[in-house]
């Protein structure tokens, strides 16, 4: 929660408040969105101009569901009279500063940083879930990890939260910098992995790695840099930071790590956990060995809270997949279906095909991809659709691609000797969202037709691509 007065003292005399009422400075907002079909009774709307969208444009409909006031550039009239317009001259500018001066209150929360190329949703989940068994926790909300987002879910801190678990996005090097300097640094950092994400602005995955050592190193010397052991790039980042290093992975190295990995990849493997000289065993209803790592990364930050290794045992067998990532559905025609929609990148397709290649599977039954276009990748996009391709033959029976660059996936899996009859290609102007919904119904119909009981179906593809609208057609 934040008040009037957070968002008055923070900008000074570059504020203005239009209202058929005089505001009073400690009027307390629930929480803020830059979305108006999120907003609650008691919400601040920041309307932004985007890229695509004006965010004044939806004033009206955020005071109609009850938020409380908009924090904006230019005023509208279509609002009740006693409804507050915070007129700034840049509303970035000044969410920023409000959270800045609203964080610096809250001197008692360790904030938690999170980035990396895969998984920093699901890790942001993980470390949530097992802090919250010692002491209240805030955690980004979805997926609010960037420039918006994260002033946003700083501005939800309460004065019991004990730890604040921040996702935090970038897709150019100094952007977690500018991030920190704005706003607010953590005290710890994780860091997932280094991998092909955001290409398209990064350049190369050297860049990747450069723009995600940021977070590490802007940490405090008693500040914690939690690594991803197995990932050489995270690994290196341990040379860039003066805070603490805890790594957590399967390598020996790893001072948080995992040791005899069994039970099924797609349902949820067992292992046991490692911290200096204790043990316990783990059975985890996350998939795949991806599964493995975030678990690792989630208790690796509560060996860092003191936590016991009992707790945090415990705690990493309550969790469950974050929706959107491996969750396990009914499929169609009885088979089981991995919705994986939220987001792709090359690394995370083919985690998730090995891990349908590795699990057990009934008799005669097939493993099909569904997969949508890999965006921001830029030059490198047909390089990386052709790979990802490549990695299917042997590992997936039927590919089914949707889009534009998704023609590569088949180019790649047939290369790689997946036979031409199972593969299909369904092409749609990604920009014309009717043509890509009816590729995504074409290939709805192919599947409801095609699928057998058993059969294994993964559904992936870019966050732009909203795969998930094909789980009602299924």
Same mark, same amino acid.
Request: aromatic letters at 6%; a neutral charge; one cysteine or more.
């Given at each position: ?26 009027? #307390? ?102 802090? $919250? ?44 910098? %500018? ?8 005290? %710890? ?6 991998? +092909? ?15 995600? $050592? ?11 840099? /939690? ?10 980042? +341990?040379?860039?930071?003066? +805070? ?47 599964? #493995? ?41 009885? $088979? ?31 493993? %099909? ?10 030059? &490198? ?16 029976? &039927?590919?089914?691609? /949707? ?12 290369? $790689? ?6 593969? &299909? ?50």
């Amino acid at each position: 929660m934040f008040t009037l007065n957070d968002i008055l003292q923070s900008n000074t005399d570059q504020i203005h408040i239009q209202s058929s009422t005089t505001p009073d400075p400690a009027l #307390v907002f629930r929480s803020a969105h830059h979305d108006s079909r999120l907003i609650t009774p008691g919400d601040l709307f920041i309307a932004r101009k985007g890229t695509n969208s004006d965010g004044h444009h939806f004033i009206p409909a955020a005071a109609r569901a009850g938020a409380l006031a908009a924090l904006c550039s230019t005023p509208t009239n279509d609002v009740p009279p006693n409804f507050l317009q915070i007129i700034v001259p840049d509303v970035l500018t000044a969410l920023h500063a409000t959270a800045r001066a609203r964080t610096q209150r809250q001197k008692d929360t360790v904030r938690i940083g999170i980035t990396g190329s895969n998984g920093k949703t699901s890790t942001k989940d993980a470390v949530a879930a097992v802090l $919250s068994h010692k002491a209240p926790t805030l955690k980004t909300y979805a997926s609010y990890n960037h420039e918006l987002g994260y002033p946003i879910t700083l501005l939800r801190l309460e004065p019991q939260y004990r730890y604040a678990v921040l996702e935090m996005g970038a897709q150019r090097v100094g952007e977690l910098t %500018w991030l920190c300097n704005s706003i607010a640094s953590p005290h %710890w950092s994780i860091i997932t992995t280094v991998g +092909a994400a955001h290409l398209e602005y990064f350049g190369t995955q050297e860049r990747v790695a450069i723009g995600k $050592s940021e977070l590490v190193q802007v940490l405090p010397p008693d500040g914690f840099a /939690i690594l991803n052991y197995d990932d050489e790039r995270v690994r290196a980042m +341990a040379a860039k930071t003066q +805070a603490r290093i805890l790594y957590y992975g399967t390598g020996e190295g790893a001072t948080v790590r995992a040791s005899n990995i069994g039970g099924d990849t797609l349902f949820g493997h067992s292992f046991t956990l490692h911290y200096h000289d204790q043990q316990r065993p783990v059975q985890l209803r996350l998939p795949g060995e991806h599964g #493995v790592t975030i678990a690792l990364a989630a208790a690796a930050t509560g060996c860092a809270a003191e936590m016991s290794l009992d707790d945090i045992a415990s705690a990493l067998e309550d969790l469950s997949p974050t929706p959107g990532r491996c969750e396990i559905k009914p499929g169609p025609n009885n $088979s089981i279906l991995i919705d994986d929609s939220f987001n792709a990148n090359r690394q995370s397709i083919i985690a998730n095909t090995s891990a349908m290649h590795n699990t057990s599977q009934a008799p005669n039954g097939k493993r %099909w991809a569904i997969l949508g276009d890999i965006f921001q990748l830029g030059t &490198y996009a047909r390089a990386e659709h052709s790979t990802c391709g490549s990695s299917l033959a042997g590992r997936v029976d &039927y590919l089914i691609a /949707i889009g534009d660059q998704a023609r590569f996936y088949v180019e790649g899996a047939i290369a $790689s000797g997946m036979p031409e009859k199972n593969a &299909y290609y369904f092409s749609a102007d990604v920009n014309n969202s009717a043509e890509l919904e009816a590729a995504k119904r074409a290939a709805a119909d192919l599947l409801k037709h095609e699928v057998r009981p058993g059969d294994l179906v993964l559904l992936k593809g870019s966050r732009g691509m909203r795969m998930e609208t094909m789980l009602a057609m299924l």
